[in-house]
């Protein structure tokens, strides 16, 4: 099992930027794609940005595409969040997530990651 702790949120203006970190324990981070999340008030969760276990392969939501970039360091066990161009509907809680499968493919689908951290809330206000 992996532990995540997410870091990095807040409060913004419309335009500005944020960092989300995402720090993981528990087992081997180098071998398992990651991905985040998010969840607004009275919506459900959606994908936002997933990455590769090696790094080399990153997906987007349409509505983040060219504003949002993820990153990883394994040797600092950590995924990034890189959110620029913020607009008031990117507010939500932002949740890391680890893959289920080593080596695999990173996915879309909230159902192949398997542990999940605790939110960090990101508020952009108009």
């Known amino acids: 099992q992996v532990q995540l702790v997410e870091s990095g949120g807040g409060l913004v203006q419309a335009g500005g930027s944020l960092r989300l970190s995402c720090a993981a324990s528990?087992?081997?981070?180098?071998?398992?794609?990651m991905g985040w999340f998010r969840q607004a008030p009275g919506k459900e969760r959606e994908f936002v940005a997933a990455?590769?276990?090696?790094?080399?392969?990153?997906y987007y939501a349409d509505s983040v595409k060219g504003r949002f970039a993820v990153s990883r360091d394994n040797a600092k066990n950590t995924v990034y969040l890189q959110m620029n161009s913020l607009r008031p509907e990117d507010t939500a809680v932002y949740y890391c997530?680890?893959?289920?499968?080593?080596?695999?493919?990173?996915?879309?689908?909230?159902?192949?990651?398997?542990?999940w951290g605790q939110g960090t809330q990101v508020t952009v206000s108009s």
């Open positions: 997530a680890a893959g289920r499968w080593a080596y695999r493919s990173a996915t879309t689908a909230e159902a192949d990651f398997g542990s």
């Open positions: 528990g087992r081997t981070f180098s071998r398992y794609y």
């Open positions: 990455i590769s276990w090696s790094g080399s392969s990153t």
